[in-house]
């Protein structure tokens, strides 16, 4: 009999913060570039020179074989339409190994490195969204990485080879009533009385690859405890069923799923890590699984723009190409320049996490908010620039006699990026935090509005002392000035950025002095710390590696030159713009104004609309397949 979950309160504020604050990694022992700019140092040398990355001959045949396998093989258009993908292109990429590269050769897999893995993502985000979801959330988000960072022997042996041989996997953490609050998490996991096994109860939602998924990492909540942990489940076992497969406005073959657990029995080796652990073993996994996204939206880009150019070289209006009128030739050089900056975020954050002893959290998070964001604006300005060739589909532009370019395609499938493994907003506030972790550690009792008088009391010299130092030097950084001399026309945007990072720390300071317990809702203040320091930081990639082609004799370095300068140029106008606004904005009078919408105020404006649900064909019931339809459908 299925122990269905007890009905549960709603969790209080503050003890989502509680679960949250206790899943984060606490120490910061390892080099983070983007830990100290937030902390007001500028510290270059922690990225600088651009970590490179050698050429493997065994990646190099596998590169070649892949490519080569996409082109003979893979027809994005098609996947797209039928909203499947074939069994021929999943069977193909398990003999190539495709689900296998980042698992040890050990285990049976490629044993590629992060940044390898990446290049891949970044090869697939130029040719098919649906491939490159279906590969990244096996290996970013799916089985084999939990596994490798907490798996015992035995959980590796038993499963990482058959996940590499091709076995699909999928992650279980989102609910119905779940996003980014883990507190309110209802999936249990009971001990059996025999203590040999857990009883999984409840329902998960948007299952990546849950369709058609082999072994699945379940998060499910202790009753008793309320912790949280991850088990490891394979989808073959009694008790779970695909209840629907989702459908989407892009990624139309990915094959998500509501998940239903009744009373499934989990042997208790399939405890993945430590009991409770659950949630922060996520956010581990997350740290490295991000990268795929912003490689992956770097291909995206390429592609983007290689259409552009040449439409916009082809396309004659008033007796020129249309590349010609300055319009449309500013949006071509910012795509230009913002690609090469989009690859210089990811290339870094790639080969950062394969260098030891470098803590890659924040870097992962700012490379996958900033490059997801840059890449739908070049998506965007492509439709734009492509005009109705650009909304029109693949299948019609060829229906009648021109070139299936899927514009409307790629817009469709690169706008879930800024939502997948962390939304933009979700990124923001968890790059918020760790920006004022320092402060928190030093003045938190200060400003605890919780903390007792005896509490503040004793903070004061931890405060006096810290502060006394670090305060005066995040104004004085002129003698830093001659530190970059060697960049040449690029050294003025380091010591731009120098400088801003010490004024950003500054700024910080002064917001949680003004805030203090209120810090925490100022998401409009924390957002633009959090945009100043993504820019600081993309600007710091593009001119390392502009500099880095110098210094290696690419025979592109002047041209990388010059989309750095470009990029930084607009870089650097944001970044002041976003000062600005810290202080003088209508933060204060949206709040009130969005209060006022909620409770009803300004519901004239709505008058005039159909409504929702005005229409009885919107709302008629559509039939569902059963889950054994489902599965039959998927590949195998």
Not at 15 to 32: D, H, I, N
Not at 379 to 389: E, F, L, P, T, V
Not at 456 to 475: C, D, E, G, H, Q
Request: charge should be positive; proline fraction near 6%.
């Amino acid at each position: 009999m299925a122990h269905e979950p007890a009905p549960s309160r709603s969790p209080t504020e503050q003890e989502s913060l509680q679960v949250a604050e206790a899943s984060r990694q606490r120490e910061w022992q390892e080099q983070s570039f983007l830990k100290e700019l937030f902390l007001g140092s500028f510290r270059l040398g922690r990225i600088h020179p651009f970590p490179d990355d050698p050429e493997r001959p065994e990646f190099l045949d596998f590169y070649r074989r892949l490519k080569s396998f996409l082109q003979a093989k893979v027809r994005p258009a098609e996947i797209d339409s039928s909203g499947e993908y074939p069994p021929e292109v999943v069977d193909g990429l398990r003999r190539l190994g495709a689900f296998g590269m980042k698992i040890p050769r050990e285990y049976g897999g490629l044993g590629f490195t992060q940044a390898e893995y990446d290049r891949v993502m970044k090869l697939l985000g130029s040719y098919d969204g649906n491939v490159t979801a279906l590969l990244s959330a096996h290996q970013s988000i799916g089985a084999p990485q939990p596994l490798k960072l907490f798996g015992t022997e035995a959980q590796k042996k038993k499963y990482l080879p058959r996940l590499a041989a091709g076995a699909i996997s999928a992650f279980a953490l989102t609910e119905p009533d779940v996003g980014s609050d883990p507190a309110s998490m209802e999936t249990t996991a009971r001990l059996t009385p025999d203590g040999e096994a857990y009883l999984i109860d409840g329902e998960k939602l948007w299952c990546t690859n849950g369709t058609f998924a082999e072994i699945i990492i379940v998060m499910a909540r202790h009753p008793a405890s309320r912790k949280i942990s991850a088990f490891i489940v394979e989808t073959s076992w009694p008790g779970v069923t695909v209840e629907h497969r989702c459908r989407f406005m892009g990624l139309r073959a990915i094959g998500n799923a509501v998940m239903r657990f009744r009373a499934v029995r989990v042997p208790r080796e399939n405890l993945l890590g430590e009991e409770g652990h659950g949630l922060k073993l996520a956010l581990v996994t997350l740290n490295t699984g991000r990268l795929a996204l912003p490689a992956a939206s770097v291909g995206t880009a390429k592609l983007c723009l290689e259409i552009c150019r040449r439409w916009a070289g082809e396309r004659v209006q008033w007796g020129h190409p249309i590349g010609r009128h300055e319009a449309i030739a500013h949006m071509l050089a910012d795509m230009t320049a913002h690609t090469f900056a989009m690859e210089a975020v990811s290339d870094l954050g790639s080969r950062l996490a394969g260098r030891p002893g470098y803590d890659i959290r924040l870097e992962a998070a700012a490379a996958k908010e900033w490059n997801t964001t840059q890449g739908w604006r070049i998506a965007d300005d492509s439709m734009q620039i492509r005009g109705g060739r650009g909304f029109e589909n693949e299948s019609s532009l060829e229906a009648r006699g021109e070139p299936p370019i899927g514009i409307e395609r790629v817009m469709r499938d690169s706008r879930i990026n800024r939502i997948f493994e962390g939304s933009s907003e979700i990124m923001h506030l968890f790059m918020a935090r760790e920006a004022v972790d320092r402060h928190l550690q030093v003045a938190g009792a200060l400003i605890d509005p919780k903390a007792g008088f005896l509490s503040k009391l004793k903070s004061v010299p931890r405060i006096l002392s810290f502060y006394a130092v670090w305060y005066p030097t995040r104004w004085l950084g002129w003698s830093l000035w001659p530190r970059f001399s060697s960049f040449g026309p690029l050294a003025k945007y380091l010591r731009f950025a120098e400088r801003n990072t010490r004024r950003l720390a500054r700024e910080t300071f002064h917001g949680m002095m003004a805030y203090r317990a209120r810090l925490q809702r100022k998401q409009a203040f924390l957002f633009r710390i959090v945009d100043i320091g993504l820019n600081l930081h993309a600007m710091a990639a593009a001119v390392s590696r502009a500099r880095s082609m110098k210094d290696q004799e690419h025979p592109h370095w002047k041209s990388a030159q010059d989309l750095a300068d470009l990029f930084c140029r607009g870089a650097r106008r944001r970044v002041l713009r976003l000062f600005h606004d810290l202080w003088f904005n209508d933060d204060d009078r949206k709040y009130r104004l969005a209060r006022a919408v909620l409770d009803g105020t300004h519901g004239w404006v709505e008058e005039g609309s159909m409504g929702v649900g005005s229409s009885d064909a919107r709302n008629a019931p559509q039939p569902e397949p059963s889950p054994s339809k489902i599965r039959t459908t998927q590949p195998a």
